[in-house]
């Protein structure tokens, strides 16, 4: 019984052997079949997609022009289109070309600060009055709290902006902002519509007594930028100082993370001898208010622009000679 029983398992193991081999060679053949027909299939797909007429090819085929080849203009590609797109609108080009006009080919070519000025001018076209820009790079690392730069210049011709400021402080206090100028004033009252969503001014000035009450704004203030700072000059017990300062002309200006100051000192209405007034004043309030931790060559270059117009270079040594109130005695 056991000889029986064992070629009986030989005969199921052979048995099992052969319907494996067997299906493994119809799924081999299946897929043999299968890479034929695709392989048929996108050779048909391909002939019909060379034979179209009068049709641009996405991809290149090795294959004989059946046609001469269609005259290409100058400085286009294969379909017609330009290799180069040219910098900027229309208008910016033209901006462009008179600055190119006048010596300064390139962003590279530098410029006096006062000629600067009046060639801005000539090129602010756009239809709204354009602002004047200072974009100054400094040797210096923000992330380093020895070389942090933030500081107010007031400009002594204005920004050409009328601001709104807000006011928090006691009642005591109320009046004097009023006559002042200031838009909003209120305490605890003012806080509230603050909070609920009342954001219509530019700046916010508070009194140190009204500051632990302010803090619960940080996060409705601190994303736009409006947060009362000391350093700004938005904390100050008196407020029709600050505010007089506000509406004058005081700006804020701080490095990025790049270390440089992008700061609006005018607008295109303005004369030139106006802009260079508030230039001064601004490269004043950076000399004054110089990290501790810059060191060796502090100013590296700077660029002066109107909106949405080309930039011009400033000579740094001119730049630098440029002097506003205290340094001009």
């Not at 290149?60 to 001469?68: G, Y």
């Not at 910098?87 to 910016?92: A, L, P, Q, T």
């Not at 200031?182 to 140190?208: C, H, N, Q, R, Y």
């Not at 295109?268 to 004043?284: G, H, M, P, R």
């Amino acid at each position: 019984r056991e000889r029986e029983r064992e070629k009986e398992f030989v005969v199921l193991f052979e048995m099992q052997r052969q319907v494996a081999r067997a299906r493994a060679g119809l799924q081999a053949r299946g897929g043999q079949a299968l890479r034929a027909s695709s392989n048929a299939a996108r050779r048909s797909l391909r002939s019909r997609y060379d034979n179209r007429p009068q049709q641009v090819k996405k991809f290149p085929v090795q294959r004989a022009a059946a046609t001469e080849a269609p005259k290409v203009a100058e400085g286009t590609d294969a379909v017609g289109v330009n290799k180069t797109k040219p910098e900027g609108s229309k208008r910016f080009r033209q901006a462009q070309d008179v600055l190119a006009s006048k010596g300064y080919v390139d962003r590279t070519s530098e410029c006096a600060p006062l000629e600067a000025l009046e060639l801005l001018k000539d090129t602010a076209t756009t239809k709204f009055t354009s602002a004047i820009e200072a974009h100054i790079r400094l040797n210096i690392n923000p992330k380093y709290n020895d070389q942090q730069l933030r500081a107010t210049v007031a400009l002594p011709k204005g920004t050409g902006n009328e601001v709104k400021v807000a006011v928090l402080c006691d009642a005591s206090k109320e009046a004097a902002a009023k006559e002042a100028g200031a838009d909003f004033v209120g305490g605890e009252d003012l806080i509230e519509e603050i909070a609920g969503g009342m954001m219509d001014f530019d700046k916010l000035v508070a009194t140190p007594d009204m500051m632990p009450k302010v803090a619960k704004l940080g996060r409705v203030l601190g994303p736009k930028g409006l947060m009362p700072n000391p350093k700004a000059g938005t904390v100050s017990p008196n407020v029709e100082e600050a505010v007089n300062a506000l509406k004058a002309g005081a700006v804020e200006y701080r490095a990025d993370k790049g270390g440089i100051v992008h700061l609006a000192f005018g607008k295109s209405s303005f004369s030139a001898e106006d802009l260079l007034e508030n230039l001064s004043a601004i490269v004043s309030s950076i000399k004054a208010n110089r990290p501790s931790g810059a060191k060796g060559i502090f100013w590296k270059n700077c660029y002066l622009t109107s909106t949405m117009g080309p930039s011009l270079k400033i000579k740094l040594d001119d730049l630098l000679s440029l002097k506003y109130g205290e340094d001009e005695a």
